[in-house]
């Protein structure tokens, strides 16, 4: 089983707040911070851990979420799988259940606002953790931000054992 979701990046991914010691501040022009959205469609599986993404930028229409489908379906050999994935009306629309059948895709629905039934949630916690400290470290140092760039690298930073726990937590809380 593969599962699905989506997460988006804006300028309020990163914490507009942070400690410091008595009487020292840290400078960072704000102009600096406002980093294009992305959102990215991201797949992944207990047996391979990182399966895909797709980043887009604003969100995720029904096109791109059938063109990431047929991708991954191309990566199971145009074989039978399932996909887990959120009540979103774009998993949802007539085009996309249309596209699941055509593709031999089954998809399965997690009950609605159970996040927790879904390990890809906390794959995505790990994700922008990746996402903020790097983004932090490139303000920091005052180099040029690139949003595609920092949300690739922090998908390549999380480890799949990291992603396989994840997933395996979640259909440990569906069992629970």
């Known amino acids: 089983m593969v599962f699905l979701d989506e997460a988006v990046f804006t300028f309020n991914t990163m914490n507009t707040k942070a400690w410091f010691l008595p009487y020292d501040s840290v400078k960072v022009r704000d102009t600096d911070t406002r980093i294009k959205t992305q959102a990215v469609v991201v797949a992944v599986s207990e047996d391979k851990g990182f399966e895909g993404y797709l980043l887009h930028p604003k969100s995720i229409s029904a096109p791109q979420f059938i063109d990431f489908l047929k991708s991954l379906s191309a990566m199971y050999d145009e074989k039978p799988f399932a996909v887990f994935l959120d009540n979103l009306a774009v998993h949802k629309t007539k085009e996309v259940m249309e596209t699941y059948e055509r593709l031999n895709i089954k998809p399965i629905f997690n009950v609605p606002y159970s996040p927790q ?60």
């Open 117 to 176: 039934f879904n390990g890809i949630e906390s794959y995505f916690s790990l994700l922008k953790g990746e996402y903020k400290k790097r983004l932090m470290q490139k303000l920091l140092k005052g180099n040029k931000l690139n949003t595609v760039d920092l949300i690739k690298t922090s998908i390549n930073q999380v480890a799949d054992e990291k992603t396989r726990r994840c997933i395996r937590n979640g259909i440990e809380a569906v069992h629970a």
